[in-house]
C-alpha cells in the first residue's frame, strides 16, 4: 500500500476516527489536571522540508508538558556534558514499571533505570549546573532552544505539584540516600516541579520532534542547534522508554520513537521525515494518552511510516 | 559527517577495532557452548540492492543460533495467527530484567513480558500448531523460509541443553501451573531446546534481517515473504526487548533493532537500508556479545545508520 | 481472669463457635481436596499428664497431612544430621510471602527462607539419606517415630499431587538449578509429593504436639524421642514461620507454635502444657483453616495458655 | 540438663565469651551512633521475684534507644487505642525484608507489614493522639510509664537523625502519599527522629522486658500496668518481627521475645520468668547486636529458658 498525502483531511479524519473511544479520564493525581476539557482531541505534524499542518476537534488553549518536560535536562546536560557524563547520572534501559516505581529505584539503584522515569528526570535536574536562580535560567534557556521560545511556568499546576507530590519527594529522599542528587532535595524538586508546569500551545510542541527529525538541526534555516549525537541517543531513549511500560506496545503500533506525559501530549519522531504532537488528556492507568496513541497508530500506518519501512 | 562507504576493508577495520577487546567469555551454561574458538570475530552485512560483504578473523563454522532463533516462532506465529492472537500469549514490553528471569514473570505474568526472554519464547513454541512431528516439521518450514535453506540442529547442543535446562523447565512448570502452555511441559521444551540449537554460518545468518530491512520481501526476488505488518511489528520487538536488560544501551550506541544470542550471533535491521549479523562468542554477563555490539556501534557510525537521521 | 477447666464441654464450646463462620472453603488445587466434608470441625487436645480430649461436629476419617508433614524432614534431619547442617540446607527466616513463592527463592536464594515453604520442605525431602526406596524407608520410619504408629499414603492424593503439582515442579527445577538438591527432581518431587499424602486421623495427630510440648520426651512412657535442642528449634520455626504469611497474626491471636496445612489440620504447642490439634477444611487464600484459628484463639484465651503468661 | 543458678558469675562469664568475637562494627548511619566504646559489653537481668542482676565489662554510660523505642508508641497505642485500631494502621507480618525496606512497603503495602519496620513505627508516631507538643507529651507519658521513670533525649542524635534521615523521608512521604499517616510527614518525622534518641543506663532498660515477662503487672509492687492483651501482642509481635530478617535465627537460638536495636541494646522477654537486657554496639548488616545475641543464646541455655520448655 503506497503512503497517503498528508493532508488537513487525513488530520481531521485520525482526530474523528480517535474521538469514537471514550476510555480514560483526565490524570487527577493533581487537582488542575482535572480541570481541563477531557475531549479535546488535535494533532499537529511538521513534515520536513514542508508546512506544518494541524487539526483539532476543539478551540486550544495552553496546556502543561507534564512529562514530556523530560526530553528539556536530559536534551541540555546531554549537549553540555555529554553521554559519559549523562550515563553516570542515570540508566538508558527500560524498566518494565510504572513511571512512579520506588520498587524499581530500590532494588536496582541506586541509580534510576532511565531518564524518562520520575525518579532519572529527578535526578537530572539535580546535576542542572549552578545554584537556585542559575539553575532556573539554565531550564529558561534550554526551553528557549528547545521550543524556539519562551514558555511559561502554569503557577497553579506548579502550587499543587509542591502541594501533592509526596510520592516525588519519596523517589527524591530516596535518591538522596543513596548519594545520587547534585543538589539538595528541596531546590531539585522545585526545578522538577517546575519543569512539568511548564506550558504550552499544540503547535508550540512542534519544534521540538521536528528538530529531532532533522537530526538537531532546524528544518526553516538550516542552523545546527543540536549535535546529531544527541539526537540519536535522545531517539533511542524514546524508542526504548518513552511510554513508560507501555513502549513496546507503543513501538509495536506505532514504530515511532515518543514522549508522553499525563496531560495528554505525546510529541513523536519520524527519523529523517517528521515531528509530530498529539494531544487528548484521556491518559489510560499507565499515564499515556489514549488517543494520542490512536492518532499516532493510525498516522503511521497511513504515512508508511512505521520505521520507514521501504514496502 | 557524510557517511563512508561500506568495503570489505570497513569491515576489516571494524573487526580488528573489537579484537582489542578482551572481556567477555564464551557462555558456559551448558558446556557446548565452550567449545567455540572464543576469539573469532566476524560480520557480515547485506546493503538492500547491492552485494553482501563479509570479514572474519579466523576461518568461519557453524555456530547455534541460541537465542536469535527466538524470531522464528516469534515470525511464524505473527504470519500464520496475526498479532492479535500473539498478543493473547505474550506481551510485548521490555522487561528490565534478565533473560531467564522468574520473578518477572511471577509478579507481572501471567503473560511474559515479551517473546525476546525465555519464558516468552518457551510459550510460543508451545502454540506452535499440530502435534509432536507436526510441530517440529512446522519449524523446519519456518526456518526454510526465514534463512532460504534448510538448517540442521546440532545433536550435542540439543542433548546438552536438554540435560542441563533446569531453569528454563522451571519456567515452563511456571508457565503450565498458570495455564499459559499451548503444549505439554515437556514436548515443548523439545521444541525450544531444538530451536536454540539449530546451527548456521555466518552468511546464512544474513538472509532473515535482509528480509525484515526490506520489509519482507526477498532483497534478489522482490518476492514477498513476511507481511509489511509482520516486519514493523518484529522490528518494534527488536527495538525495544532485543537484548534483554541491555536493549536500551544497545539502542542508544547503534539505532538499529537487533536481536542477540549467547551463542555470540547478534542479527540487526536498518530497516529499507541494510541486514546485518555479527559474531564473536565472547558475551557479558547479559548475554550479549561485546565485540558484537562494538562492530554494530562503530557500524552504525560510519555508515549514519543510527535511526537514519538525515545529518 | 483465671484460665477455665479443660473439659470437654469447653471443646465443644470452641467448635460451635467457630462452626458459625462461614468463610473459606475447601482447597481446590488437587481435586482430591475437595471431596471433604467442608463443614467438619474438630479439636482435640493433649494436656500433659492427663488424659487427651476431643470433639468433633460431624464423624472423623482419615484426612491428609498436607503442609502439616513438613514437620517430618525438618525434624528428621534436624535429629540426624544437626543444625549446622539443616541451616546448610535452608534458612529459617519468615518470608511474608506466600507458600510456593518462587520470586521469594530467586530473590532471596540460592537458599529457601525457611523450612516450612514449599521450596524449602522440597529441599529438605532431597536430602533425606540414602536412594530411592531407602529415603521412603526414612520417611516410614520417622512417621513411625513422631506419630508413634504408621500412617498410610491416600493414593489418589499422591497421584492427583504429581499429576498437578506445575508449580512445585518450577520450584524444584529452579532449586536444581541452583544446585540445593541433593536428589534429582523427579525423585525429590515424589518424596516431597508422599509426604503431603499422608493421612491420619484427627486423635493421631495429637501425639507429635505433644511430643514436642513435652521437650522430646513420650508423656506416657517418658521415653526420650527427640532432643531438646530438635525441639527448641522446631518451635521456633514454627513459632516464626508456621501459617505462612499469616504466622504473625497467628501468633497475636494465640501465642502457640504451629503448623498449618491446606487440608484443614493445624497442630499447635503449649511447651509444657499440651498438644493440640485442630480441624477444618475451610482455607483463607493462604492456605490456613479458618475455623481452626478460631478454635485456637479461644483456646489460648480460656486456658491463657498465650505465651504462658503468668496472669 | 537442668538449669544454672542465675549469678552475677554467670553473667561475668556470657560476657567474656561474647568479648571473644570481634565481628561488626557500631551502627555509622548517623555520626552519633559511632562515638560508642564499640567494645563494651553488658547484660542485667530482672528474675521475676527475685533481685536484678546486671555485669559489664567497661564503666556504662547512657546509649540511646534506636529502634528498642519502637515499643513505646506500639504499646501505648495498644493500651489506647485497642488491637483492632492498631491494626487498621499497620500488619503484624514478618516482612523478610531488612528495617527500612521501600520495596515492601510499595508492594505489599499500603499498610505498613509491622511496627518493628521503620515504616510502621513511622506510621504509628503519626497516629499518636494530639497535635505537636501533645504528641510530645504522649511520648513523655509512656516513656514514663513504661521505663518507670523519664528518659532525655540526646540532642546531638535527635540533631543527626534530622539531618541525615533521607531513607526515613523517603519512606515518610511514600507513606503519606499513600494516606497511611495521621500528621503531616515533617511532624511525624520530628516524634520518630525524637523517639529513637531517648537514652538510657542499662539498668534503666529492665523495667519494660520485666514488666512484659510479668504479664503487665510490675513485679515489686503488683501494680498492673498493662493489660494482658497488650502484653500477648507485643511478646507475638517481638517473638515474629523483633530483629528484623533475623528474628528466625533469633527465635532459634534463644526462644526469647526480643527487640533489637542499632545502638546495641537488644531487650528480651522470658514469659513468666524474667525480663532481660543486653548491650554491645557491635552490630551486623542487619542491625543486630551481634555480642548481644551471643549472650542471649547462652543466657537461654543456661537458665533452659528457650520456650520455657520443661526438660
Chains 1, 2, 3, 4 share one sequence.
Not at 542559575?134 to 524556539?148: S, T
Not at 504550552?200 to 537530526?215: H, R, Y
Not at 494518552?289 to 503511521?300: A, D, F, K
Request: glycine share 8%; aromatic share 8%.
Amino acid at each position: 500500500m503506497s503512503p497517503k498525502q498528508l493532508t488537513i483531511n487525513l488530520l481531521e479524519e485520525l482526530v474523528h476516527t480517535a474521538e469514537l473511544n471514550q476510555e480514560g479520564k483526565t490524570a487527577n493525581y493533581i487537582p488542575e489536571l482535572e480541570n481541563v476539557n477531557q475531549d479535546l482531541t488535535a494533532i499537529a505534524v511538521q513534515p520536513l522540508g514542508e508546512s506544518s499542518l494541524s487539526y483539532s476537534n476543539y478551540p486550544l488553549h495552553p496546556i502543561t508538558l507534564q512529562s514530556t518536560a523530560k526530553m528539556i535536562p536530559l536534551i541540555g546536560l546531554l549537549e553540555e556534558f555529554g553521554n559519559e557524563q549523562l550515563f553516570e547520572w542515570v540508566k538508558v534501559e527500560p524498566s518494565g514499571d510504572d513511571f512512579a516505581s520506588i520498587t524499581r529505584l530500590e532494588q536496582f539503584g541506586p541509580k534510576p533505570s532511565n531518564p524518562m522515569l520520575n525518579a532519572g528526570a529527578i535526578t537530572l535536574c539535580s546535576h542542572i549546573p549552578g545554584k537556585g536562580e542559575q539553575q532556573f535560567r539554565w531550564l529558561e534557556h534550554w526551553v528557549q532552544k528547545l521550543f524556539n521560545q519562551r514558555l511559561s511556568i502554569n503557577p497553579s499546576v506548579f502550587a499543587s505539584e509542591k502541594r501533592t507530590g509526596s510520592r516525588n519527594r519519596s523517589l527524591a529522599y530516596l535518591l538522596e540516600s543513596r548519594h545520587n542528587l547534585g543538589t539538595d532535595v528541596s531546590e531539585t524538586l522545585d526545578l522538577y516541579f517546575a519543569l512539568c508546569s511548564y506550558e504550552a500551545m499544540l503547535e508550540q510542541m512542534l519544534f521540538l520532534p521536528a528538530l529531532l527529525a532533522n537530526g538537531g538541526i532546524v528544518p526553516d534555516s538550516g542552523e545546527r542547534i543540536l549535535s546529531t549525537e544527541t539526537c540519536k541517543i535522545t531517539l533511542a531513549i524514546m524508542a526504548t522508554c518513552g511510554l513508560y511500560d507501555e513502549t513496546g506496545t507503543h513501538m509495536v503500533k506505532t514504530g515511532m520513537p515518543a514522549k508522553s506525559g499525563v496531560s495528554g501530549y505525546t510529541i513523536a519522531v519520524v527519523p529523517g521525515k517528521a515531528g509530530i504532537v498529539v494531544l487528548s488528556p484521556r491518559v489510560n492507568t499507565k499515564g499515556n494518552s489514549i488517543r494520542g496513541e490512536i492518532m499516532l497508530e493510525g498516522l503511521s500506518k497511513a504515512m508508511n511510516w512505521h520505521f520507514a519501512l521501504p514496502y
